[in-house]
């Protein structure tokens, strides 16, 4: 049976490949079979170890830095975030754009926050760090993953 942190850097992965658009058929064919399908996929579910090396070779697959796909951070898709109505996502993209220029991280994909970040932005939001959580996934922007981040609250 796979560990939670197993399960939980597998669902970091799965939300960056699909982030990206890609099956996990289209991972293997973008990558010209150096990634298969099975592995990936065992990967995901927490079935399968991943080892630093071949993490840090996904990440770079990818085109996200490993951080990114390790557990206790939550990915905020930027690309569905600037489809959304400024109203909505103002304070977040502008909280985004200053975690952007701190880390000199500009990918335009994704960008991972913190539990502490959630916290943050839900004072400017004016809502408890849950009800956030839930409306930045209804909106597509966060993972579903990002509910347990609440529970530590």
Sequence with gaps: ?????????????????????????????KSRGRWKAVVVGSYERGDRSVTVQKLAELAD??????S????????????????????KAGP?????AT???QRGDYNGRVLSIRQEDLRSL??????SPADLTE???????LDSEARSAVEAF
């Design 1 to 29: 049976m796979p560990s939670e942190y197993a399960k939980t850097l597998g669902a970091r992965l799965r939300a960056i490949r699909t982030q990206q658009g890609l099956s996990l058929h289209g991972v293997e064919e």
């Design 61 to 66: 697959f990818y085109g996200v830095p490993v």
């Design 68 to 87: 990114e796909l390790l557990p206790g951070r939550y990915v905020i898709d930027l690309e569905r975030m600037s489809q959304l109505p400024r109203e």
């Design 92 to 96: 977040l993209a502008r909280y985004v």
């Design 99 to 101: 975690i952007q220029s």
């Design 122 to 127: 839900a004072v400017i939001y004016d809502k």
């Design 135 to 141: 409306e930045l996934i209804g909106w597509g922007v």
